[in-house]
């Protein structure tokens, strides 16, 4: 894990911040935010996008008992919709910060994007590879929102959501084709915003 050099000598409480669920057609951009406790170090915080399900899963708890906070919000498909996904997974993560129960010193976010907080942000580019916080905060918003998928799948099992989680896969767009829209798919990305032309 790379080291990231602070400008603040004191920063004790650092957060990491990163989403999950930019890519998707559907439901929600979920964040989390991480203030790791370096008395209880965790073993193997790495990108969730490199770790299995089943680590991940095996993760999230660990980190959710021994980081000395954290928080996980979302931004729905209809604030997607209404904002555009930059801004929504931006503002996912500005509900993050703010509903950690500790003030970070500082907030290390994984990108090139920041956004508006009342304390010191910056981003890092891959900092979900660089910053054991980031890395944290990747797995709790990955588990969290495959967990939303998991749960969309149980009332829209047509669409196979379990599968492919919401991604833009082959077999997702045919089942799009085939069933029409539910009401969380993302009207404003393209396959939708065609089917949803399609179908008027």
């Not at 590879?129 to 990747?138: L, P, T």
């Not at 599968?163 to 767009?173: D, E, S």
């Amino acid at each position: 894990m790379h080291e990231i050099k602070l400008d603040l000598p004191s920063c004790r409480r650092l957060a990491g911040v990163d989403e999950a669920g930019r890519g998707p057609l559907v439901g929600a951009v979920v964040a989390a935010a991480v203030i790791l406790d370096p008395a209880r170090p965790i073993q193997g915080l790495r990108d969730s996008k490199k770790l299995s399900e089943k680590r991940r899963d095996q993760l999230y708890p660990e980190i959710t008992e021994k980081a000395l906070c954290w928080a996980i919000a979302s931004a729905s498909a209809s604030e997607i919709d209404q904002l555009n996904i930059l801004q929504a997974s931006l503002l996912a993560m500005k509900r993050a910060v703010e509903a950690l129960t500790i003030q970070p010193d500082m907030v290390l976010v994984d990108g090139n994007r920041c956004p508006r907080l009342m304390c010191p942000v910056e981003a890092i580019v891959k900092g979900d590879s660089k910053v054991e916080a980031i890395s944290a905060a990747s797995i709790l918003a990955k588990v969290e929102r495959d967990r939303q998928m998991h749960a969309l799948h149980e009332r829209y099992p047509q669409y196979g959501f379990d599968r492919h989680k919401g991604y833009p896969t082959a077999v997702h767009l045919a089942l799009l084709r085939e069933h029409g829209l539910c009401p969380e798919h993302r009207r404003s990305f393209g396959p939708v915003r065609e089917r949803l032309n399609a179908e008027n």
